[in-house]
């Protein structure tokens, strides 16, 4: 009896505590968007770089990507990246951006509440959201908002189709693709190639197909093809004995790097080592926290940004980017820095300033992006251009790892 | 060749399953009950390993060792706050409050350790076996986790059909009630149960870690279910079922993808799996037993 009256208290506190919390989210929420200007600029960008006193009021910059949960490494990656940006734009002066991240843990669902909570904010632009089913989900909120959305990183077609206020900054999935076989078919990387895919994810499949398309126009031939699933992807034999018997000399990889560390490690178990060439979801493998890095030696990949590259931008952004988060930035990093920073250039030349509603300033932005004298020079490219689809034109760069570091092919 | 080198991926593959699959059928056997968190101490076990191995620089068998005693800890923890309350409870109470043990101890590990993957470093530091002029290469990871299968299953049959505790756990077993009237401490049965099955928990985390080194929060949860279901396809509640179920259902889903397709492995191991329990409803090696109502 004694036990059941501490549960009933415990729960009824939290009950109680949990409607608190509703409460205070929703009282305060109005009223975020009425404080003085200078506290908002001053939240947006802590460092302490940022102007005194800010001459004028910041737009609001949102931002919406895992932060937490699996799939945290791109959106803490992205959001680290337009943090970096924000500060600078901000210490530069004129134009101020506040920048309010929000975490949607690769749950659509999720995306779409911290999409609600940065209008109730007063959200201007979004810089988001990271991953392609959140995308989705709140690209059509954003659309029936008149939201003006650029996304770092979600590559899906899907995220972009039909809906004028949305743009990427990544290359779409089967550009990907296409772009990976023309790559090989130029380079004669290859010329016996094994496919290894999820079947189970949207990202790897649509890649795959697109590759595989234009690969027979390329005159590429694809002498094993077999896929995984989540649930399947911890026994690799099986795909990679196929691979072996068919006599493959490249085996493509358009999948994230968790499965394919582990293809590599089975590869090698096997005594089969073939040219490994992965696509930009295959970044991040370094970074896997004691993943013998000997294994990925020689793995090529196409992925917009290297860190390691001389000019002086990315020089100075992994620079930045390492004293201030303790890591080397990947492209997820720099996807979301160039997104800043085209938002801001095309934010100049349309004249957008913070007392705009999101709708103009929607409008706005979708004229000047889609203008034909617009292009943005950033990390991950140069004179980069957006189709009125939203999709972006920029050339992939191939990257080989050597010595556990990319190096430009 | 490519034959025997299916059947040496599928018996290894099979090998890990059947071992977790024994902590399943232990627990279910003795304390009636679906452990559904037996998968999440395995990833617990594997990431003891890990921060024993890569953060302290430990030998492998002293992290062993240590992974095995904390899930021994783990497990009894577990036993006590979340199941021995609901002893009298229906069955699906517990089945539900296992679910939840899952999920705490999956959100637990992704707080602690992040949600970065990590690569495990195999702990078996035994060469690969290559037969036939380097045509079939059994990796020593396959090699050591099939001999622990074995020696696992007879030390299980032999603790349970010899000793006094086993004779305990097998009256607890038949009946929770006479068993208590004759004088045995029911509570303290199933804990031991618990410690045993962590345990083995912990050795298999470390195996299939290091035959398939990437190690998650969630790495647990998938291998969990396929071993249940080996326990369910092998008679659940029944040791050398067990084995069987799982080095069957290894070399199914190693078959399946290699001469079916790799699209469908899942569905065809799941398709054996219904066919057999409309055959045999009590799976492989599975005792009918009556019902008591």
Redesign the interface.
Known sequence: MM?KKILSAVLALSMVAALAGCGGASSSAPSAGAPAPSSEAASGAPASEAPAAPSEEAVKIGFIGPL??????YGTAAKNGAQIAVDEINALGGMQFAFNPQDDEHDAEKSVNAYNALKDWGMQILCGTVTTSPCVAVGAEAYADRVFALTPSASSTTVIEGKDNMFQMCFTDPNQGIASAQYIAEQKLGTKIAVIYN?ADAYSTGIYEKFASEAANQGLEIVST????D??A??F???I??AK?AGADLLFLPIYY??A??IL??AK???YSPKVFGVDGMDGIL??????TALAEGVMLLTPFAADASDDRTAAFTKKYNEQFGETPNQFAADAYDCIYAIYEACQKAGITADMPAADVCEKMIATFTAGDFSFDGLTGEGMTWAATGEVSKAPKGMVIQNGAYVGM | MAFLSYLANGISLGSVYAIIALGYTMVYGIAKMLNFAHGDVIMVGAYIAFCATSYLGLPSIVAILLAMAVCTILGITIEGLAYKPLRAAPSLAVLITAIGVSYFLQNAALLIWGSAPKSFPSLVGIPPLKLFEGQLIITGEAIVTVIACIVIMIGLTLFTGKTRMGKAMRAVSEDKGAAQLMGINVNHTISVTFAIGSALAAIAGVLLCSAYPVLLPTTGSMPGIKAFTAAVFGGIGSIPGAMVGGILLGIIEIFGKAYISTQLADAIVFSVLIIVLLVKPTGLLGKAINEKV
Not at chain 1, 68 to 73: E, F, L, S, W
């Open positions: 036990k937490t949960g699996g799939a945290a490494i079947n077999t896929t995984f699933t649930d399947t911890t026994d034999s099986v795909q004995t196929d018997n968790t499965p560390s582990l490690t089975q178990g096997m005594d970074t896997l926290e004691n993943f013998d």
